[in-house]
């Protein structure tokens, strides 16, 4: 048995626990009229199938330090991967749902990325993952250059370039802290999500890979504490006028 | 409209700043549709009271508009009279004008950043 190995697979684990709640809760918590129900399902399914990808490399670590690599357990590298290469799709509708608005265009981007994802899966069982040592903390694996290519001119730069479009709407003077806090913290998450994402693939080290997950971790957490912030960060974002009776301004005011 | 001016487009923007506190000037829609109107025709040149009401006679009636000719446009030096329903655009009715236009822009600009605001989830 490899603690090492154990602790990763523990970490992969507990982002697939905060990632796969903050999905749920995304699932549910617009009524399906509701014109923001769509993009919150789409978030959702970011951190869905992020959390898949990551029950499969959890799995795959607990294997793999009991009983090292097998064809059996390699099948869950595949799977991990594969869930993978499909999170760029429902970022793009989130993104392009929000800025423009018109779900004929969120769609067409969002097939547009699940087809380069479907190329990477494809690609993916055709050259294959090469597993070739069990580290300390991580399982060493090497990736066929094209696919490494396609993740990162394919998913991770048109998504970062998607996270860095709602970044203005940070700097609004006309809009409440509580709005720009989840805004933020939405953005931060997606970045480190992405971020890590793309160094874990790359295969960097063996404890770093560790690390890698760590942020990820993070990034998730990060994400369930923007949308689902705690009472104490609610109130001290709204300041202490709450004191006074507050203005209907509708859709102007904050909804959580 | 053919030529850019839009009554109801007008009415909604005016609305807007209404709704602001800000009644006079941007938030008048029988202001902005006059100064819309002269300063399409330009600086110096003719426009009659009745192209005015073209665009007017959807959103007020014509006293409305006659008194606000008089008692704002002309006296505060905007147009200038010169015959019996007819005007001149002054260059102080061309920056009022402008001015319009610029809050038209601004209400263009908070309407659409805040539709995506709305949006996120």
Redesign the interface.
């Known amino acids: 048995m490899i603690e090492g190995v154990l602790v990763h697979a523990l970490v992969c684990l507990e982002v697939v626990l905060v990632s796969h709640l903050l999905a749920m809760k995304?699932f549910t918590?617009?009524n399906h009229t509701d014109?923001?129900y769509l993009?919150?399902i789409s978030?959702g399914l970011f951190w869905f199938l992020l959390g898949l990808s990551y029950l499969c490399i959890g799995l795959y670590l607990i294997i793999a330090a009991y009983h090292g690599t097998s064809q059996i357990s390699s099948t869950l590298l595949y799977w991990g991967f594969s869930s993978l290469a499909l999170i760029t799709a429902p970022l793009a509708f989130f993104i392009i749902?929000?800025?423009i608005?018109d779900k004929r265009v969120s769609l067409a981007a969002s097939c547009s990325f699940m087809m380069v994802g479907l190329i990477f899966i494809f690609l993916l069982f055709r050259y294959g993952v090469d597993v070739a040592d069990i580290g300390s903390w991580s399982v060493d694996f090497k990736m066929h250059t094209l696919l490494l290519l396609i993740f990162i001119y394919g998913s991770y730069i048109p998504a970062i370039a998607m996270i860095m479009a709602l970044i203005p709407?940070v700097a609004?003077k006309?809009?409440s802290n509580l709005?720009k806090y989840?805004?933020t913290m939405s953005l931060i998450s997606l970045s480190l999500a992405y971020d890590f994402t793309l160094l874990g693939v790359m295969n960097i080290g063996d404890f770093e890979r560790l690390l890698f997950d760590v942020m990820i971790l993070i990034g998730a957490l990060i994400a369930y504490l923007g949308?689902f912030p705690p009472d104490g960060i609610v109130e001290w974002l709204r300041g202490p006028d709450t004191l006074v009776e507050p203005v209907d301004f509708g859709?102007?005011d904050d909804d959580i | 409209m053919t030529d850019g001016i839009d009554p109801e487009w007008e009415l909604e923007v005016a609305e807007f700043y209404r709704s602001l506190g800000i009644t006079q000037g941007p938030g008048d829609v029988q202001y902005r549709l006059i100064a819309l109107v002269l300063a399409k025709n330009g600086v110096g040149r003719l426009t009659r009271f009745s192209e005015i009401r073209e665009y007017t006679d959807r959103v007020t009636d014509k006293g409305n508009i006659g008194s606000k000719m008089k008692t704002v446009f002309q006296l505060q030096g905007l147009v200038k009279r010169i015959g019996r329903g007819e005007y001149v655009l002054t260059e102080k009715g061309a920056i009022a004008a402008e001015f319009i236009k610029k809050t038209s822009k601004y209400y263009s600009e908070v309407k659409l950043t805040q539709k995506i605001i709305e949006r996120f989830p």
């Open positions: 995304m918590k617009y014109e923001r993009i919150s978030f749902q929000i800025l608005g709407f609004l006309t809009i709005r989840k805004i949308y859709k102007w």
